[in-house]
């Protein structure tokens, strides 16, 4: 009687053809971009189903093909990883130009010499402009950190400050949301989540606002900010770009950031291996999905130049920081 | 005449001293000692886990317990009311089938139950308990090899039915309490995420659709536990076994733990008395089980 009372759970079975019916209905069930993405998945598994082969397969080619069929989704947050591989789908960057190269600013425009802590870097650079390089979101950012750090700005009557996220492929919303905390001064929309409800396509949950508060205690920044991008700012940092793009006196400069706006989810199938999805859209406080990444703002799209580049020329960065002079020359107006 | 009142006078107040005797013996008499029975046992046995918030796939270990147990006679009524007050710490180990993921659960649960008695004439040696109970639960399953989603919290408020059976015999000269208890939840309110919602989301403040409400259909549990209690002297040698079966589903999400587990543990019966008040060795001793 306790048995028969216990709620179905869809039984997996393994073998080649067990582990990729579950492999295809896990992402069916709790993938979020089917529509933006613009993926017929039934067709997808037809297709990709075809291609197993029980009599000859080695695991290896079985691995291809899953990871294959997950790169349908054209979507940087899916992963299919085993003890030997992970699956990735690289296009959403390795199809653009890089625009970004640490070494250059590190040697013309840091010298060599610049404070760091975690993934923090800074510098006060010659002409009174702050340089603050977030390397990733993955690990947390310190309050110590940003405080000297604003503080060191401050100190130095630094009108503006640049923010490099180039190369910066996410991480945790955590760190995100401290980092944006000492940009505002009121309590602030800065986006909307939404998650699947149920397995079908469209079951999606009312979008959620939410709000971060200022940094109060800890030192923040209120004047403008020139954020710098690639197409490999990512995911999390994709969501820094895109919640400071709404605020006031922020520019964004470079390329089209990475996008990753959905939040992953993860899984395995019974062979063990794991499976990593997005699942919940994140929105910006406009409403719109930056899945597709968050464009510079309008007249401030810039590419590395590689033959400036050979000189000792970062032409985004030298743009934003041109940028940033012309709003030091205002601020020094006001 | 004088002397005949004064000698109804003397015969009244040896009428109301005997009385008056009689009604105090009557009292402490009605005033039994109900001694408290503490049970301490460990459990140890298998865990069958699921959980399609964190995997769609079932995972099997062991289970691990640590329970307390004590039960008294009611004093407005110790023949026919037992409470009964039950904490239990238990701890899951449990492996995906492929083994390179292992999922742990850590939960804790106090419940208290109100039971009725019934002695049954024609077998003396058997007592019959029903009532309900109420239980709290707490904890979660952790499967940390999930990024975003690497955990499921376990919360649940829950009110049910429980009944049990004692039966005292002796095996050759060792008296023996064996003893079957089931009970199950029938309402209450438990926590759940829904299908596909992150914590980050909760955190962000997003707490509409965690909590709901449970019966039966939604929310099964039958916890089993037969009980020996071997009397040795002044201490209770108590081995037993102990079967689990929970299935929730909410949301989409579906949970599942079945467990077996022996039970191995000692129990004492013990009394308070006052130092002022001594011990009356008239008074009747009302166990709630033995």
């Given at each position: 009687m306790a048995m028969s009372s216990c709620h179905k759970v869809e039984e997996y079975h393994g073998g080649l053809y067990g582990n990729f019916d579950a492999l295809w209905k896990i992402v069916d069930e709790h993938y979020c971009f089917f529509d933006e993405k613009n993926v017929d998945w039934n067709e997808a598994r037809e297709r990709y189903r075809a291609m197993l082969d029980p009599e000859g397969m080695e695991t290896t080619e079985f691995f291809n093909v899953c990871g294959a069929m997950l790169s349908e989704l054209q979507d940087g947050h899916v992963n299919l990883s085993s003890s030997f591989n992970t699956s990735y789908y690289r296009k959403w960057w390795s199809d653009y130009r890089q625009n970004f190269d640490l070494r250059l600013v590190q040697e013309y425009y840091l010298d060599f010499d610049y404070s760091q802590s975690g993934p923090l870097s800074y510098k006060v650079l010659n002409d009174s402009i702050g340089y603050m390089r977030v390397s990733t979101m993955a690990s947390g950012i310190t309050h110590g950190a940003l405080d000297v750090s604003i503080l060191e700005f401050a100190d130095?009557?630094?009108?503006?400050?640049?923010?490099?996220?180039?190369?910066?492929?996410?991480?945790?919303?955590?760190?995100?949301?401290?980092?944006?905390?000492?940009?505002?001064?009121?309590?602030?929309?800065?986006g909307y989540i939404s998650h699947k409800t149920g397995p079908g396509h469209n079951e999606f949950s009312e979008p959620y606002p939410f709000y971060y508060d200022p940094a109060t205690g800890h030192m923040r920044w209120l004047r403008p900010v020139v954020i710098v991008t690639n197409r490999s700012t990512f995911s999390a940092a994709n969501s820094f770009v895109s919640i400071m793009r709404l605020l006031p006196n922020v520019r964004i400069v470079g390329d089209t950031t990475g996008g990753g706006s959905g939040m992953p989810f993860s899984s395995e199938i019974p062979c063990g291996w794991a499976v990593r999805m997005s699942a919940c859209p994140v929105y910006d406080a406009e409403m719109n999905l930056t899945e597709h990444g968050v464009d510079p703002s309008p007249g401030c799209r810039v590419n590395l130049d590689p033959e400036l580049a050979l000189q000792g020329k970062d032409t985004i960065l030298e743009f934003a920081l041109a940028l940033a002079s012309d709003w030091r020359s205002w601020y020094k107006k006001q | 005449m004088r002397n005949a009142i004064i000698a109804i006078l003397l015969m009244l107040a040896s009428v109301h001293a005997a009385l008056a005797s009689e009604c105090v013996d009557s009292v402490e008499m009605t005033k039994p000692y109900r001694p408290v029975l503490s049970a301490y046992t460990a459990g140890l046995g298998s865990a069958h886990v699921c959980n399609t918030y964190l995997t769609p796939l079932h995972y099997s270990g062991w289970s691990a317990t640590l329970n307390y147990e004590r039960m008294q006679a009611m004093g407005f009524d110790p023949e026919r009311w037992v409470m009964q007050l039950g904490l239990q710490a238990k701890f899951d180990d449990a492996h995906n089938p492929a083994r390179n993921a292992t999922m742990w659960g850590i939960e804790?649960?106090?419940?208290?139950?109100?039971?009725?008695?019934?002695?049954?004439?024609s077998c003396p040696?058997?007592?019959?308990?029903?009532?309900?109970?109420?239980?709290?639960?707490?904890?979660?399953?952790?499967?940390?090899?999930?990024?975003?989603?690497?955990?499921?919290?376990?919360?649940?408020?829950?009110?049910?039915?429980?009944?049990a059976a004692a039966y005292n015999l002796k095996i050759k000269r060792l008296p023996v309490t064996l003893r079957y208890q089931a009970r199950m939840p029938l309402a209450g309110v438990f926590?759940?995420?829904?299908?596909?919602?992150?914590?980050?989301?909760?955190?962000?403040?997003?707490?509409?659709?965690?909590?709901?409400?449970a019966w039966p259909g939604n929310y099964f549990r039958l916890d089993n536990l037969a009980t020996a209690d071997l009397h040795l002297g002044n201490t209770v040698l108590r081995?037993?076994?102990?079967?689990?079966?929970?299935?929730?589903?909410?949301?989409?999400?579906?949970?599942?733990?079945i467990a077996h587990r022996f039970v191995l543990g000692v129990a004492v019966e013990w009394l308070t008395i006052g130092r002022s008040r001594g011990i009356d060795p008239h008074a009747r001793i009302i166990s709630a089980m033995y």
């Open positions: 130095a009557d630094c009108p503006v400050i640049v923010i490099d996220v180039r190369d910066n492929g996410g991480g945790m919303m955590t760190t995100t949301q401290t980092l944006v905390e000492r940009f505002i001064n009121t309590r602030t929309l800065v | 804790a649960e106090l419940s208290w139950a109100m039971l009725r008695r019934h002695r049954i004439n040696r058997l007592q019959l308990y029903w009532g309900g109970f109420t239980a709290a639960r707490g904890g979660t399953l952790l499967l940390m090899r999930n990024g975003n989603n690497p955990a499921q919290a376990i919360g649940a408020w829950s009110m049910g039915a429980e009944v926590f759940s995420p829904d299908y596909g919602e992150l914590y980050y989301e909760i955190f962000l403040g997003n707490h509409s659709g965690l909590v709901h409400a081995l037993g076994y102990a079967c689990d079966v929970f299935s929730s589903k909410v949301s989409g999400i579906v949970s599942r733990n």
